[in-house]
């Protein structure tokens, strides 16, 4: 499909490179102002995966009939990367993640939240919305389709940041031979440049040699675990349920095979892949400035 970069293009796009993929070097900025929907259709008819009826990447919050003054995208549309947002003079936040902390995303949820029906509305909740609101924000999450993309774009983006491009297996964006490095120092490596502040976690023996390695961004089911697992010598993930997979890793090696998890954080695994999301973007909206927020790691490690 000629509207998809290639991985060389996505690698010199993330970089900050000028390299355009040959389908969207006509897309010229248009005369006048363009809309939140205008952007929308856009990436619909460049991310080169059939839209689906049933999904989560619609419009969150704001009038889609906005007129865009700057793009932000970002793992998650927290506070802190709505207020840096507004300071950057971006009026659409596209979002990997939801907004307003549940799967349903909804601004104004149906009363109970977990709460008794009659309790008052949920004070962080009703800030979050008047933020976005009073600032004119328009929220869109795009998450379903940008993971459909060959190669996965989040795992491109994490191995690009890693500086693990070459050691890619061929035709393959999740799986990688590094030279031979031990699980401990490979989790160090893996904290110094992603900037993880708290989040990360391992499982193994921290002097089992790591050669073959795994990615599985964001949550991870445990067919993928058990899918990924055999092949390799340690799984870098995002999060995990710990019954399941960090379970299944343990016993792994309390049986005496040597195999290790890394467990960077969902947020911290997937910010790469928005980074090149809004590469990807500067394509084919070149009317506005696109620009990349980091949720960061949300959490910290007491000493």
């Given at each position: 499909d000629m509207s998809l970069p290639s991985r060389r293009?996505?690698?010199?796009?993330?970089?900050?490179?000028?390299?355009?993929?040959?389908?969207?070097?006509?897309?010229?900025?248009?005369?006048?102002?363009?809309?939140?929907?205008?952007?929308?259709?856009?990436?619909?008819?460049?991310?080169?995966?059939?839209?689906?009826?049933?999904?989560?990447?619609?419009?969150?919050?704001?009038?889609?009939?906005?007129?865009?003054?700057?793009?932000?995208?970002?793992?998650?549309?927290?506070?802190?990367?709505?207020?840096?947002s507004v300071a950057a003079g971006a009026n659409m936040v596209i979002t990997c993640e939801p907004t307003f902390f549940a799967k349903a995303d909804n601004p104004n949820p149906p009363a109970g939240r977990g709460q008794a029906t009659n309790a008052p509305a949920d004070p962080v909740l009703a800030a979050k919305r008047d933020f976005i609101q009073k600032n004119g924000l328009v929220v869109w999450r795009f998450s379903d389709h940008w993971r459909l993309r060959k190669p996965d774009p989040l795992a491109q983006g994490l191995s690009d940041e890693m500086g693990w491009t070459k050691y890619q297996a061929a035709g393959d964006a999740t799986h990688f031979t590094l030279p031979v490095i031990t699980l401990d120092a490979l989790a160090a490596d893996l904290k110094k440049k992603l900037g993880v502040r708290g989040g990360i976690r391992v499982v193994g023996d921290p002097?089992?040699?790591?050669?073959?390695?795994?990615?599985?961004?964001?949550?991870?089911?445990?067919?993928?675990?058990?899918?990924?697992?055999?092949?390799?010598?340690?799984i870098v993930a995002g999060e995990v349920r710990e019954w399941e997979s960090v379970e299944y890793a343990q016993d792994t090696v309390t049986a005496g095979i040597g195999k290790g998890m890394i467990l960077l954080g969902r947020v911290v695994s997937e910010e790469p892949g928005m980074k090149l999301c809004a590469a990807w973007l500067r394509t084919f909206v070149p009317e506005v400035p696109v620009t990349w927020i980091a949720t960061g790691d949300p959490y910290w490690r007491p000493v």
């Open positions: 293009e996505f690698v010199a796009l993330a970089g900050g490179g000028s390299l355009v993929a040959p389908a969207v070097l006509a897309q010229k900025a248009v005369a006048g102002p363009i809309t939140g929907s205008v952007v929308v259709d856009r990436i619909r008819g460049n991310v080169g995966v059939e839209w689906k009826t049933d999904t989560v990447d619609t419009f969150k919050a704001g009038d889609p009939a906005t007129v865009v003054k700057g793009i932000v995208t970002t793992t998650m549309a927290t506070m802190d990367v709505l207020r840096k002097q089992t040699e790591i050669r073959k390695v795994g990615l599985l961004t964001g949550t991870t089911p445990l067919a993928a675990s058990l899918r990924t697992m055999p092949a390799v010598d340690a």
